[in-house]
């Protein structure tokens, strides 16, 4: 079973950064395309990036292309999210999720483990 623990959020002003990192409790994480999603005050769970096993090909949501950035280490199984020019629209709960060999799926039902979730504020 593969546990994940997202970590970095906080409060931060309009066009500040942060760096949220999603460990995972196993070796071969690196088999793993890992997605981040993130949910609103009252809006759903939306996707905002993703990276693939192997190739560590990425993908965007279009509200993020240009400021968020996402790798991986596979040395230390994290997956990072460099969050830049923050908005206060990017406040919500950033969750990550992974998928043994997956795609690089947008939609939350390609994917089977979650983490708990990361509380990430941007407001003056």
């Known amino acids: 079973q593969v546990q994940l623990v997202a970590s970095g959020g906080g409060l931060v002003q309009p066009g500040g950064s942060l760096r949220l990192s999603c460990a995972a409790s196993l070796y071969t994480f690196r088999n793993y395309t890992v997605a981040w999603f993130r949910q609103g005050p009252g809006r759903e769970r939306d996707f905002v990036a993703v990276i693939s096993w192997g190739r560590s090909n990425t993908y965007y949501a279009d509200s993020v292309k240009g400021r968020f950035t996402i790798s991986r280490d596979n040395a230390v199984n994290t997956v990072l999210l460099q969050m830049n020019n923050l908005e206060p629209a990017d406040t919500a709960v950033y969750y990550c999720?992974?998928?043994?060999?997956?795609?690089?799926?947008?939609?939350?039902?390609?994917?089977?483990?979650w983490g708990q979730g990361t509380q990430v504020t941007v407001s003056s």
């Open positions: 999720a992974a998928q043994l060999f997956g795609g690089n799926s947008d939609a939350e039902k390609d994917y089977n483990h």
